[in-house]
């Protein structure tokens, strides 16, 4: 899907490093009035803010993260920018600046890398985010993309991991499972293609879960809609490797424990579906899954009645004295949560 084989197509060679960062950038824009100097010099000088400065990065690895026999470019792009917005927007910051550096093999052509920084740029107009740097070099397999990315808050609204306490709310923005359901079904789509070139798979039933995986979106509207409903955040994190980790993460941060309800618990009709129909447990994805990039905070019962009702907010549980975690299944068993999330280092 990735390699190109139109003879006609320019390799990376034909334009070298220069020439190539100019061309990948030549349609970027600096947009958000905090930028100085963007792409084009040794490096980028910004505006100097009257708020914190939050930096977060983050790497995307071709046979690690992402498949390229299904992943498009364009695709691949956006992700790997809105991962990163992700990360500030569990911070409670508004994301500003972004640099991109990437790794390619020969096998990937100008117009490759062209399709990448489209789906890059169509993230920066969306978070209304700045390009202001990077770098590009060759790899001998395979491509890497690494995001490194800026934002701003106030100091008093920085919300960290571990800020939780007692009888706190735990809240849960979107649904969950979607993801991971995404990824299942792209995979036996590409096993089926693998062994019959011909087959046509059909991927409509399963539009939302797909959407879910190869284009997430940072939840920068939630960190909106609180700062609009006046609430901040005790403690906050956003749901990359499963639910269960993230939920541990806050635990262990905060010096609490966690009581969630599997009744609680939100999730899209075509999760329960696809659930189904790989004979999967929806919760175990839910828990175990990954890659949805919802935030999930905790908030004082006092904020109750402001997020109340609210289509895009689900109270799930609850904080403990306990420092022990706990999913409370329907029919009322309690089940210690454990950490079966995504692991880097999991071979």
């Not at 927007?89 to 990437?102: D, F, G, R, T, Y």
């Not at 001998?140 to 993309?145: D, K, T």
Request: glycine letters at 8%; hydrophobic letters at 40%.
């Amino acid at each position: 899907m990735l390699e190109e084989k139109n003879r006609e197509l320019k390799q990376l060679s034909d334009l070298g490093e220069f020439a190539l960062i100019e061309r990948l950038t030549a349609d970027f824009t600096i947009d958000t009035g905090k930028t100085v100097l963007g792409v084009g010099d040794d490096a980028a000088v910004l505006t100097p803010s009257q708020s914190e400065t939050i930096i977060t990065t983050d790497m995307l690895c071709e046979g690690v993260h992402f498949n390229p026999n299904y992943t498009s470019l364009r695709h691949l792009g956006y992700k790997a920018v809105a991962v990163n917005v992700s990360d500030i927007c569990a911070m409670n910051a508004i994301p500003s600046h972004i640099l991109v550096s990437i790794a390619a093999s020969a096998r990937f052509t100008v117009e490759a890398l062209d399709e990448l920084y489209a789906g890059i740029k169509i993230a920066c107009d969306s978070y209304k985010i700045d390009l202001v740097g990077g770098d590009t070099v060759s790899s001998r397999s395979g491509l890497v993309i690494s995001v490194t990315a800026l934002g701003h808050a106030q100091a008093h609204g920085i919300v960290k991991r571990s800020g939780a306490a007692d009888k706190e709310l735990l809240v849960v923005s979107g649904d969950l499972g979607s993801a991971y359901f995404g990824l299942q079904v792209l995979e036996r789509e590409n096993i089926s293609l693998q062994s019959n070139p011909q087959h046509q798979p059909d991927l409509e039933p399963y539009d939302y879960i797909i959407q879910r995986q190869m284009k997430p979106e940072a939840r920068l509207d939630i960190v909106h809609l609180l700062n609009a409903l006046d609430v901040v955040p005790t403690a906050m994190i956003d749901v990359s490797d499963g639910l269960a980790s993230e939920v541990l993460h806050l635990a262990k941060n905060s010096g609490v424990g966690f009581v969630i309800y599997e009744e609680k618990l939100p999730m899209d009709h075509q999760v329960i579906d696809t659930a189904e129909e790989f004979g999967i447990n929806p919760v175990t994805a839910v828990l175990s899954g990954g890659e949805d990039y919802e935030l999930l905070f905790t908030i004082k019962q006092e904020d109750f009645e402001k997020i109340k009702g609210n289509p895009h907010l689900t109270v799930i549980g609850h904080a403990s004295s306990d420092t022990s975690s706990y999913l409370v299944t329907k029919d009322n068993q309690t089940i210690e949560l454990t950490a079966m999330g995504w692991d880097n280092f999991d071979e």
